[in-house]
């Protein structure tokens, strides 16, 4: 991508400018002001004191070239920025499509009054006839525009953005060094870099010794956030749809705290970047071993979770788990090594589960009710709280049904699908539908038994 730089006006009749340019150029953009005032005396004998662009002059010279994308427009009223109206002219964009270029010669010769830029990007140059980046420039239409490509394409010119590849890579940088001090482990780094080459491994060359400078002050910001952990754990229980993971959300939300919601994966810390809060969504005892689940819930020692790149540690200040299975329920088995490490085993194991779990909310129906959760699994109620969300229950409706006239269709699909339609006319009018496959009406329904499908009309005679 060419470098953008600003502008450079060359007057066509500045000969000492237009020497210093170069013999080829593979974009031109030119102003032309329809009526010229001839200066040069030389010029004049041979033009006259003034010369005369029209449109079929810059068609002309159009048709001597193959393989480019050309763009012109005539700004016949345009305003200056002190309100002054501008002299008509013509702005002219083109360029190769191949890897030949324009003999400046050329141009001069077909155009030998007027203004010749350098160092406009293409873009920019056909965004610049409609005035798109200048509004206090007359407004013009991309219909005023006469092009030789298609509407698609010139909607792309018109619309694109150019950004500076200095900007560019300011940016690129900066995202990896905010990513880095938000807790990017450096394998995820050069899982990144291998990744995206084209966008991240230039800027790894460039400024490698201050990425590895940014890793050092990462890991001095996370040890000083490992010294301070003091956490609070939640557990809140209570059957689906009760609202459990939008009351843990608005725990979260209430404080002016960040959250990360997990899935009921073993990787549950996967999306983790430091949030405030870890909720532990649908949480079952199953998902975790014991003695792991222990070292995410110690509320004042850190050490790493088990994730995909690199162990994680929680570095926030609460710890959300929602689960349908009450906490009385988990990790039952405490005497067996079923469920339980060889190490966790027995009464004082569960003390340990049971001491790090501060309070338990249990959702049901309208209410929210708060318990104090001691070291022995003592629960005591402290609050019962209205819970919002369950006023949303009598609004709910219930599964739309699928139209029979649409399954209908589905199984006739079905049997052209598969080249048995003709049978399937016959299988439907002969005798092989009997029993639950019979079309149900008001008197003739059906339900299922353990035994089979039998008629409910008889049961209610029984």
């Not at 004049?44 to 050309?70: A, P, Q, V």
């Not at 056909?126 to 092009?147: F, G, P, R, W």
């Amino acid at each position: 991508m060419p470098k953008l730089v600003k502008p450079k006006d060359i007057d066509l009749q500045n000969e000492k400018a237009c020497n210093d340019l170069k013999d080829r150029m593979r974009m031109v953009f030119m102003r032309l002001t329809v009526t010229n005032e001839v200066k040069n005396p030389e010029m004049i004998k041979k033009y006259g004191e003034t010369f005369t662009y029209t449109e079929e002059h810059i068609k002309e010279f159009l048709k001597r070239y193959d393989c480019i994308e050309y763009f012109y427009i005539l700004h016949a009223n345009d305003t200056n920025e002190l309100g002054d109206i501008e002299q008509p002219h013509y702005h002219i964009c083109m360029r190769y499509t191949t890897e030949s270029s324009f003999s400046f010669k050329a141009v001069k010769n077909a155009f030998p009054f007027g203004m010749i830029q350098v160092g406009r990007h293409w873009n920019s140059m056909i965004q610049y006839l409609i005035h798109k980046n200048d509004k206090k420039k007359t407004q013009h239409e991309a219909s005023e525009i006469v092009t030789n490509v298609d509407s698609a394409t010139l909607k792309f010119y018109l619309e694109s953005e150019y950004k500076d590849p200095k900007k560019i890579e300011e940016e690129t940088l900066d995202e990896l060094l905010q990513m880095i001090l938000n807790g990017l482990s450096k394998k995820e780094y050069y899982v990144m870099l291998d990744s995206d080459r084209e966008k991240y491994l230039p800027i790894h060359k460039k400024h490698a010794n201050k990425i590895n400078e940014f890793f050092k002050i990462q890991k001095t910001l996370f040890a000083e956030k490992v010294k301070k952990r003091d956490i609070q754990t939640v557990f809140i229980e209570g059957s689906a749809g009760s609202g459990k993971t939008a009351y843990a959300i608005s725990l979260a939300e209430s404080q002016g705290l960040t959250y990360y919601v997990t899935g009921s994966s073993n990787d549950v810390m996967e999306g983790y970047d430091n949030e405030d809060v870890l909720i532990i969504d649908d949480g079952r005892s199953s998902i975790f071993k014991f003695s792991d689940f222990l070292k995410i819930i110690d509320p004042h020692t850190s050490t790493g979770i088990k994730s995909r790149y690199n162990n994680k540690i929680f570095v926030g200040s609460m710890i959300i788990i929602t689960s349908y299975v009450p906490l009385y329920d988990w990790y039952r088995k405490c005497t067996d090594n079923e469920d339980m490490d060889k190490d966790y085993n027995g009464s004082s194991a569960r003390q340990q589960l049971d001491r790090r779990i501060s309070t338990v909310i249990s959702i049901d129906q309208a209410q929210i009710k708060v318990y104090n959760h001691d070291e022995y699994g003592e629960d005591t109620l402290i609050q019962r709280i209205p819970n919002a969300a369950y006023l949303l229950k009598s609004n709910k409706k219930p599964a739309k049904r699928v139209d029979r006239d649409v399954l209908l269709k589905a199984a006739d699909h079905l049997a052209k699908k598969l080249n048995v339609d003709e049978e399937y006319e016959k299988f439907k009018d002969g005798e092989y539908l009997k029993g639950p496959q019979r079309d149900c009406n008001e008197t003739d329904e059906w339900i299922y038994r353990s035994d089979g499908y039998v008629d409910i009309n008889e049961i209610i005679k029984k």
